[in-house]
């Protein structure tokens, strides 16, 4: 079937629940399924490279799975002012004006790709504005109207998943090398290239130079659309690159042959509000995906995993098999020579976990690229607000209209949040107003004044219908089917919510910050209709955050079906069309202070929001105590916390704790033997190559040691130091400064450890 257009000619009875406001915004010249997937869709494109600098070469993958190649031409393109064109040296290029109000109302196209760049610079160089796309795919897919993927779903991409195992962390260290390569598909294909002998299947004939050569064979024989790996853009390629080229192996893993391209640290990666630097790479032809930078986009509104390592993503996330096969990386040359077929079923491990992890977290992005002309590279590690602008001026350059300049950035009111209680608080409810900003938009009728084709709340109600009509056909939905409807549904929901970001986006051609003012504005009296509602009906509110309100419902409300009823009821206080449901329910929450808290559900799982609750720079002793502490506040009180406190602190004081409790791992780059600051680390360290990671403790005299020299000389003072100061996060729970001392005194190493309470240090007051 027809992975888009499905949902867009949505049947009549799975339409009517779609229906937000009183009419449709449907504007009469304008064609949506055109809009989101061209006039001309062309089916099963998986990738779009240039072909010279006036044409791109198709790569579309049969229903028999082949791959076939087409060459399309191409006209390079951007947009200016009529006044922006007079300083354009005359050329071999043509000038189309556009009518409407946009300051860029001249389409300047170009025979190849080399005056559009030289057009540019004179641009840049005269500081007047323009606009266009560094990426002449991406130019291609905003004139053309075309994306990827159209009439696929995400199990038909061929995926590969790639890991190494490296004799070092940097791959020009004397010992670096390349020991074990896993390789597994998505159609069952799994091998391990290895030169150890042994029931792995390695071969001692083929050295590292071999393995390569053996890799890039396999790849080629195999295909994919897809390569992917966790932390394979910034470690496992880099790492391949650097030994191929000191090996002279060439990387040839590009469709045709063409060498795999990298530039160090020069992307950026999107996640959340953040832009992490990235290495940058390229192969033709296909598409890289890194699970490590797919599951922090993931996890960037939640916030629940504590490490985006691979092993401790499967566990949180309940993926782990019981037959994997566990590694301390620490001893990994040591098994390459002890027992390297253990080592080889730990790099296959790896490889089959990417797998398993990149089928929860990339179908969001598949899916996105069939309505978002951008690589499916790109939009994995692009931003939202891209995503929007690329659909808004797509629908422009296709109706010949003209596109405005973004507006000046201002400042404007977010959304609604308070802590009204800190505390421990029972049988907690959370309802919440699904997709709030979008349906007020879509509900008053908020947006961008420069929208003159009024194509921007068409195409949110039509990706919202899209949405529905997915989730609907989730509920009756079974294996493939099921997870085809809610990679769809979870694409679009991405998309819908970055409607109202873009308004107040800054490159965006098309944002408008009254709109987005309006629409905060109009998000926050209705969250306050909800909650005097919910106070009218006995109601205790613990915390509100934009659109989600924790509470703790009356007595009489004492199950799923009765909060489900009571949020049904409070929910009639909104317009038509903007919904309220129950978000969740758990057994205790441990409010601290605003967006920071524990929540217990009712079969044991403790999540913590709030970056101070989920640092990775706390030992590991402090963050285990953390989440005991929010368990134990829950079932039995603060006293019985402080006696946990207690418990640890005399543990401290006798040196009970085992070093990997108190340890923290760091890396080592070349900052490290040069900063004024990390000496300590550097004397530590001292023997260690670049690129290695360490385990350290400090010792009593103040010195960072390496863990394997453990002597029971650690610094207990600064050890119950941290103790105290994780403490103190839950003195909110407190009635008074002085129950907060009395039951988490601070405490030295000198402390008697059978009457801790007696005697507090002055040393810290």
Request: net charge negative.
């Amino acid at each position: 079937m027809n992975a888009i257009s499905a949902p867009v000619n949505v049947p009549e009875a799975d339409a009517a629940p779609a229906t937000i406001g009183s009419e449709p915004h449907v504007h009469p010249h304008v064609d949506l399924a055109a809009l989101l997937h061209g006039r001309a869709p062309l089916a099963r494109i998986v990738a779009v490279e240039p072909a010279g600098q006036d044409a791109v070469t198709l790569y579309r993958r049969t229903e028999e799975g082949a791959v076939i190649a087409e060459r399309d031409t191409f006209r390079p393109w951007l947009l200016a002012s009529a006044e922006a064109v007079t300083h354009l040296p005359a050329g071999d290029q043509s000038v189309t004006p556009l009518p409407g109000t946009g300051e860029l109302n001249r389409l300047v196209e170009f025979a190849r790709w080399q005056p559009l760049q030289s057009a540019q610079s004179v641009l840049a160089d005269a500081g007047v504005p323009h606009f266009s796309y560094a990426s002449l795919v991406t130019q291609y897919l905003v004139s053309s109207g075309r994306t990827l993927f159209y009439d696929m779903r995400f199990e038909d991409l061929h995926r590969v998943q790639l890991d190494v195992e490296t004799a070092s962390l940097r791959p020009t260290a004397p010992e670096a090398a390349v020991l074990l390569l896993a390789l597994t598909d998505n159609r069952g294909y799994e091998q391990v290239l290895s030169s150890a002998v042994g029931s792995s299947g390695g071969d001692r004939s083929i050295d590292e130079a071999g393995m390569l050569r053996r890799l890039t064979e396999q790849l080629a024989q195999l295909d994919p659309d897809v390569i992917e790996g966790h932390n394979v853009v910034d470690f496992d390629l880099p790492y391949l690159a650097a030994r191929a080229e000191r090996l002279g192996v060439p990387l040839t893993w590009g469709r045709g042959g063409q060498r795999i391209w990298l530039q160090e640290k020069q992307g950026r990666l999107k996640v959340g509000a953040r832009l992490l630097p990235s290495v940058r790479v390229h192969i033709h032809g296909r598409h890289i995906l890194d699970t490590y930078q797919q599951v922090q986009r993931f996890d960037a509104a939640a916030g629940k995993l504590e490490s985006y390592a691979l092993k401790p993503v499967m566990e949180s996330l309940e993926l782990v098999r019981d037959d994997r096969e566990f590694v301390d990386r620490t001893s990994i040359n040591d098994l390459w020579r002890e027992d390297p077929d253990r080592l080889a079923r730990y790099c296959l491990d790896d490889a089959r976990d990417v797998r398993t992890l990149a089928e929860l977290v990339t179908p969001t992005d598949f899916y996105q690229s069939q309505v978002v002309p951008r690589t499916y590279q790109d939009v994995a590690t692009g931003g939202t607000g891209e995503k929007i602008n690329a659909l808004m001026v797509r629908a422009y350059l296709a109706s010949g209209r003209a596109v405005p300049l973004p507006e000046p950035a201002r400042p404007y009111p977010g959304g609604y949040l308070e802590l009204r209680h800190a505390g421990v608080f029972h049988r907690v409810v959370k309802c919440d107003v699904e997709s709030l900003y979008p349906a007020v938009m879509l509900n008053f009728d908020f947006k961008p004044r420069s929208d003159t084709l009024d194509i921007f709340l068409p195409l949110l109600e039509n990706l919202t219908r899209q949405r529905l009509h997915a989730k609907h056909q989730i509920r009756a939905a079974r294996g493939g089917d099921r997870a085809y409807w809610t990679g769809l549904s979870s694409s679009y929901k991405v998309l819908i919510n970055s409607f109202y970001g873009y308004l107040g986006y800054g490159r965006a051609n098309f944002n408008d910050y009254d709109a987005a003012e309006r629409v905060t504005t109009t998000g926050q009296r209705l969250i306050k209709d909800v909650l005097t509602a919910l106070e009218e009906r006995r109601c205790e509110i613990i915390e509100v955050d934009t659109d989600g309100v924790y509470f703790v419902p009356p007595p009489e409300v004492d199950t799923e079906a009765a909060e489900t009823a009571l949020i049904e009821q409070v929910g009639r206080v909104l317009p038509p069309g903007i919904n309220l449901a129950h978000d969740g329910r758990y057994a205790g929450m441990v409010a601290l202070k605003q967006k920071t808290y524990f929540l217990l559900t009712y079969d044991g799982k403790l999540l913590a929001t709030g970056s101070s609750l989920r640092s990775r720079r706390d030992e590991r002793y402090l963050r285990e105590f953390g989440r005991e502490a929010a368990v134990l506040l829950v079932e039995q009180g603060i006293e019985t916390v402080s006696e946990r406190y207690l418990a640890l602190a005399r543990r401290v004081q006798k040196g009970e704790l085992p070093v990997d409790q108190f340890a923290r791992r760091e890396s080592i780059t070349s900052k490290t033997f040069h900063s004024p600051g990390l000496k300590r680390l550097a004397a530590a360290a001292h023997g260690v190559a670049v690129g290695q990671k360490v385990e350290v403790y400090q010792r009593a005299d103040g010195s960072l040691a390496l863990t394997s020299e453990y002597n029971r000389d650690e610094d207990r003072d600064y050890l119950l130091r941290r103790l105290h100061d994780m403490a103190r996060r839950l003195e909110p729970l407190c009635a008074t400064p002085t129950e907060f001392t009395r039951l988490f005194p601070k405490l030295s190493a000198k402390t008697d450890p059978d009457a801790p309470r007696l005697i507090q240090l002055s040393l810290f007051d």
